[in-house]
């Protein structure tokens, strides 16, 4: 059996390349998730202070709030409106002329809102919408540090 050549991976070998790989998966795979959470996120604030952009627009030139999201120049792509309710592909809510623009997370445990305040500043609110506290974990995560109850702002 001296002579014999042995060539090709032991099994240990083999099972150290396979949990190397597993190690390496399961990093990118948390960070990958981490990114599209954020992204996800920056999508709903975006749409929430579009529509109140342009709600503000409404009332600098017609001295009156608008009734209903139908009556504003929105540029949004993906999103649908209709009367005071929106809807895209992550988020669901409603247009409250009044008081807020708020979207409901449909993928991750948070609300998006963002006050409407003619003339004013837009302060923006993220809100967690789950009892174990994962939402209001991600709000904190994303910056919202000053919290009262679920509720999460920046300010």
Do not use: W
Not at 71 to 100: E, Q, R, W
Not at 147 to 154: A, D, E, I, M, V
């Amino acid at each position: 059996m001296e002579g014999t050549n042995k060539k090709g991976f032991t099994l240990s070998e083999l099972m150290a390349v396979v949990v190397i790989i597993a190690i390496i998966a399961g990093i990118a795979l948390g960070s990958y998730r981490s990114i599209t959470e954020k992204a996800v996120f920056n999508e709903g604030l975006t749409i929430a202070h579009t529509i109140a952009a342009a709600a503000d627009e409404y009332y600098y030139e017609y001295h009156v709030q608008p009734a209903s999201l139908e009556k504003l120049v929105l540029d949004l792509k993906g999103v649908t409106v209709n009367g005071k309710n929106i809807s895209s592909k992550h988020f669901t809510g409603v247009f409250a002329p009044t008081s807020s623009v708020r979207l409901s997370s449909k993928d991750y445990p948070y609300d998006l809102s963002v006050s409407m305040e003619y003339y004013g500043q837009r302060p923006d609110y993220c809100i967690g919408k789950d009892s174990q506290g994962k939402g209001k974990a991600f709000c904190q995560s994303m910056g919202y540090a000053n919290c009262t109850g679920n509720s999460c702002t920046k300010e």
